[in-house]
């Protein structure tokens, strides 16, 4: 694809507070609440200035992230009660996953029936949102592309008439969607600028997953089209690629495994996905060191395996993220977030803790910093 988710102390009391949750609401009928402090349980309705959307996927690193920072919670693993109890205390929204088959929502029935199941889960789990994340072609000609738009316009009137201050996001790359009527019906778009080589139409050779200068043509081209930048959350990767290498130049240039896509005779499918938390524990037995590629803003390194093959891995540090950090600055754009929270190590180490404080540092300009 290119551009293409407890404590039960009483300190809790203390930290809900009404300037968080805004005036209080009712707690849906017929649903126990499974926090310590009712108030946990209510939506959460206030409109934060900076978005941090945090993508989980399960396990249990959410107590180690930076909850200074988050906004919002994806929660794409298993549902996990304390999470969203802690969220809420901190004043974040967790929303659910929404994804469903192109070919079903053409049907309105269909779009009604799912989107009110998704709501009474929604209901019932006490979360604040769905984000819409539907990773399929679209035709630009076909009965989908209209339906599409409906569905998250319907979706969006659905749960903010029967969650108030819910949250309606879609995740989007580019694929032949309805870019401005999408944005329109909801609440903002989380961008998936990564997997940014998964087409590559030059040398098959090793590259960035989110090179600086293709993944801001991207921002630009959104923002041409009419796109108002309050619409666009930066999504950055906290993940990269490992390559194994044909042949490695002493100039570093790691040329590829011709794997095509959709076209293209190469892709990053020629390589696997590495999160930082191994990379970052890496580099320092590699070959080459922590290395910086000019053109592309971003770092790699090369190794070399037991059997002896070399390898290049490519992916994303404090230093690469901060550059597109400083972009949404400049450009107001609504927020950033990541693919995926659980991506580092929070095991405690000292160094691993540094990397991971790192990390979330980056994200958040200093004009939106607590």
Known sequence: M???????NRKWKKIVSKRRFGLALPLVAGTDCP???????????HRPDFEVFVFDVGQKTWKSYDWSQITTVAAFG?????????????????????DVSLKDIIDPGFRASWIAQKLNLAKIQHMD???????????????????LTALVKETTDSFRREIEGSQVTFDVALKCYNYTGIADACDFLFVMSYDEQSQIW???????NAPYNQTLTGYNDYIKMGMNPKKLVMGVPWYGYDYTCLNLSEDHVCTIAKVPFRG??????????????????QINS???????????????????DPAGHFHQVWYDNPQSISLKATYIQNYGLQGIGMWNANCLDYSGDAVAK??????????????FQR
């Open 129 to 147: 949102g769905i984000n819409l994340d539907i990773e399929q072609e679209v035709n630009c000609s076909s009965p989908e592309y209209d339906a």
């Open 354 to 367: 540094q990397q991971a404080e790192e990390m979330w540092e980056v994200l958040k300009p200093k004009l």
């Open 78 to 98: 298993k549902y996990d009660s304390k999470l969203t109890c802690y969220a809420h205390s901190k004043g974040a929204r967790v929303v659910l996953k929404g």
């Open 35 to 45: 926090c310590p402090e009712p108030e946990l349980c209510r939506p959460i309705r």
């Open 202 to 208: 030059s040398e098959c050779i090793a590259g960035a």
């Open 264 to 281: 293209a005779p190469c892709s990053d499918a020629a390589g696997r996905q590495v999160p930082c938390k191994l990379i970052m524990k």
């Open 2 to 8: 290119y551009f293409c988710k407890l404590s039960t």
């Open 286 to 304: 590699s070959i080459s060191g922590n290395q910086w590629d000019q053109d592309q803003q971003a770092p790699y390194y090369n190794y070399k």
